[in-house]
């Protein structure tokens, strides 16, 4: 009886270490796909786009009369809402995907799961995964990447061009801050619990550092819960707050007024700036 | 015989123990309150604020975001412990929890709906502070209403019957919050999932004050009903024949355990294992006995939330850890050795 109990032990162990490397094989596999993502694309006539930021660069660059379908994060410019869902961008289904027959299929870096995405790819589909660096190059250089699996078009370049004179004059603005960074805090939500806030290695704190400004809730990682108090502690003279996170409290003054804020220098001064959602 | 039951002399059914017993716990609140009004981001000192030789500022984060805070912890935790005990002792078995009788999870598929598609209602912005609560009390009277009538005004069937119902409310509510989170965006989601893990972090004076009042009452209203409790341990045809109105008692436990957990619940989240661990902690001090093991819960659950919002405050400073986690860290491995001792015994 013992020894059979061992076998299985065994068993579980040796099947345990084999799922391991299983997994590690269907990642590597998807590194190698990501060198050829922003290659000109075989044939544009259905796509099917995986991620909010996509649909938006596609809709910017004007390509936008050949997506098919779009995920759930789609939701800016409002007209990408009207198109077919293929679900949730870390959770699609094989099914779902493969039913709109799209030609190519471009996701953001986060799209999944991965078993989903390697059979996308196993079915011979053109499947593009746009790589992303939370910086204003990394901006630059993804809405470049999208744009070359198009062909050019003259809008396309004008946009691009438009996107460059933006960035030297964000990069002029930032280097006015230098000296001085501001105390920043991005907030997610503030209904419910504790305000959501966030830290390090979160869109939010990127956004801030593009601006050349100082993330005050750097000493944690990821969107937090942070009490009110931490929030008085941190006295960040900038917030900036998502407009659905941020419901009931519609003006700068409601926000001052607030018991959560109220202590701030951020109040004090009435610097509270309203984020789109689709931005975290 | 219909001898009419009293229970208000609380003292008189207590003994010399659970009297030192209950003096040394309601000690111990005191001691966790003093101790949660001094730690925190800012480090209070009470008598400077006596004094008057705080910052105006230390003063304002100790009067209106500390206080409220642990007087809030404080009545949740007492509530569920209290519902906890009262429940154990209506359905006669230790497992009964707040959970059980799905008002909890009836409150919280209110709270994810105001959450997840509550945006969508233009009455929002009057209401803002008060949406969460109101729409998690709804979702628990929702519940009472479905159980008052299932069980035709809780007379029926006895109470296997009763738990039942509870069990199949539980699972309707789960499917609920289970559609919400499907649908809900990443900002709804990360919003709903802090939500359900539980949170004193929202406290202010206005939104806890009829909270608490509520919660008061309820408990007063309940605590009187630990005589017949002791009664109704010996079976619900003997407690009956010794004069407990059995329907009426029901009806009173049910009732007040419902609006204190969906009161609390609305409030704070879900908070676990409260309401199952505090009563099994305080019987094994002092004794089954429901005249000190419904005060005895109350204080002890007041005392283990207001501990457990201050690690939840300071642990991991300046970020949060959800009170659910911390509640069902404590309580997973405290149930686990209380089942393993009675298999012992």
């Known amino acids: 009886m013992e020894n059979s109990q061992r076998n299985i032990f065994i068993i579980l162990c040796v099947s345990l270490i084999f799922s391991f490397f299983f997994k590690q094989a269907f990642s590597s596999t998807i590194e190698y796909q990501s060198g050829k993502n922003c290659l000109k694309g075989r044939d544009l006539s259905k796509i099917v786009v995986a991620g909010g930021s996509i649909t938006e660069i596609i809709y910017y660059l004007g390509h936008q009369s050949k997506i098919t379908a779009v995920d759930r994060t789609s939701r800016y410019p409002i007209e990408a809402k009207k198109l077919p869902s293929i679900g949730y961008v870390r959770n699609l289904s094989v099914e779902g995907v493969l039913s709109l027959n799209p030609s190519i299929v471009i996701g953001e870096n986060d799209m999944g799961p991965t078993t989903v995405v390697e059979k996308i790819i196993s079915m011979g589909i053109d499947l593009r995964i746009i790589p992303e660096i939370q910086t204003i190059e990394g901006i630059y250089k993804k809405i470049n990447c999208v744009s070359s699996i198009f062909p050019e078009s003259k809008l396309a370049q004008k946009r691009v061009q438009n996107l460059k004179e933006s960035i030297k004059n964000l990069q002029i603005l930032r280097n006015r801050s230098k000296g001085n960074p501001k105390k920043v805090m991005v907030i997610l939500s503030i209904f419910g619990s504790s305000p959501i806030v966030a830290g390090k290695d979160t869109s939010g704190n990127s956004f801030i550092e593009i601006l050349n400004f100082k993330n005050i809730a750097n000493n944690f990682s990821g969107w937090k819960a942070v009490g009110i108090e931490h929030i008085t502690k941190m006295n960040p003279d900038v917030i900036l707050i998502t407009k659905r996170g941020s419901r009931g409290y519609d003006s700068s003054q409601k926000l001052a007024d607030s018991q959560i804020f109220k202590y701030t220098n951020a109040a004090k001064k009435k610097v509270f700036l309203y984020l789109m959602e689709w931005l975290c | ?345």
């Not at chain 2, 729409?135 to 009763?162: E, N, P, R």
């Not at chain 2, 359900?196 to 806890?208: K, V």
């Open chain 2, 1 to 345: 015989m219909n001898r009419k039951i009293h229970s208000y002399s609380f003292l008189k059914f207590i003994d010399f123990r659970q009297r030192v017993i209950i003096c040394a716990l309601f000690f111990m609140l005191i001691t966790s309150i003093l101790l949660s009004t001094k730690i925190g981001a800012f480090s209070i000192d009470l008598f400077e604020i006596i004094s008057k030789s705080a910052s105006p500022l230390e003063e304002m984060v100790l009067l209106e975001i500390r206080i409220p805070r642990i007087l809030l912890s404080c009545f949740v935790g007492a509530s569920l412990g209290l519902s906890g005990a009262s429940l154990q002792g209506l359905f006669r078995n230790p497992l009964a929890d707040p959970g059980l009788i799905g008002v909890s999870a009836g409150a919280a598929l209110g709270a994810a709906l105001t959450i997840v598609v509550g945006s969508d209602f233009t009455i929002y912005t009057a209401l803002e502070k008060y949406m969460i609560p109101i729409s998690a009390v709804l979702g628990s009277v929702c519940i009472i209403l479905l159980l008052y009538v299932s069980t035709m005004g809780f007379s029926q069937k006895g109470i296997a019957y009763m738990l039942l119902i509870g069990i199949a409310v539980n699972a309707f509510a789960t499917v609920g919050i289970a559609f919400l989170t499907f649908i809900s965006s990443d900002l709804e989601l990360r919003s709903l999932s802090f939500w359900i893990m539980g949170s004193f972090g929202g406290s202010e004076w206005i939104t806890i004050l009829p909270g608490i009042i509520i919660i008061s009452f309820a408990i007063l209203w309940m605590i009187v009903s630990s005589r017949e409790l002791d009664i109704l341990q010996l079976g619900e045809s003997e407690a009956s024949r010794l004069g407990v109105d059995v329907k009426k008692l029901k009806f009173k436990v049910i009732i007040s355990s419902a609006v204190i957990v969906g009161v609390s619940v609305s409030l704070s989240g879900m908070i676990s294992f409260v309401g199952l661990i505090v009563p099994h902690i305080v019987r094994l001090l002092g004794g089954v006995n429901h005249n000190f093991l419904l005060v005895g819960s109350a204080i002890a659950g007041g005392i283990l939330m207001s501990v457990a919002d201050l690690g939840s405050r300071t642990l991991i400073q300046p970020a949060e850890i959800p009170i659910g986690l911390i509640t069902s860290a404590l309580g997973a491995p405290i149930f686990l050795w209380l089942i393993l001792r009675s298999v012992r015994k």
